[in-house]
């Protein structure tokens, strides 16, 4: 018998508030036992469980998501990130289309924006 993947733990200073984050990044909601000051947060569509832990971030992620927008364009994913609470980390949008952003989740964790499968197929 293997193992299957149940969650992907992501450690944080504010478990609510990042699960809250990602929640209204990926669209799927907070387990509905989730709330503010829990010590762990559950987004159970997505397989994340987000815990609290006393230390903070301190170095680049070894492992991170790469999210592909599936109703509207990369640039329009981007913004609609940003005004969730984002930051640009690192720009790899090419002019031809190409490429990806780099974002962090507030609390610093890195993560990449890619094209939609339309602009994909668009060339």
């Not at 230390?55 to 640039?75: C, G, M, V, W, Y």
Request: aromatic share 6%.
């Amino acid at each position: 018998m293997t193992s299957v993947l149940r969650h992907v733990t992501i450690d944080s200073s504010d478990a609510y508030a990042l699960g809250t984050f990602w929640s209204e990044a990926l669209g799927q909601p907070l387990h509905e036992d989730d709330k503010p000051g829990d010590e762990e947060a559950l987004i159970e569509g997505a397989g994340m469980l987000f815990v609290t832990v006393p230390e903070a971030k301190s170095r680049k992620n070894r492992i991170h998501f790469d999210l592909q927008p599936q109703d509207r364009t990369r640039e329009e994913e981007v913004e609609r990130l940003l005004a969730l609470g984002a930051t640009l980390v690192d720009d790899r949008r090419r002019p031809d289309g190409t490429g990806w952003a780099v974002l962090a989740d507030p609390e610093g964790n890195e993560f990449c924006v890619e094209r939609s499968a339309g602009e994909r197929a668009a060339g």
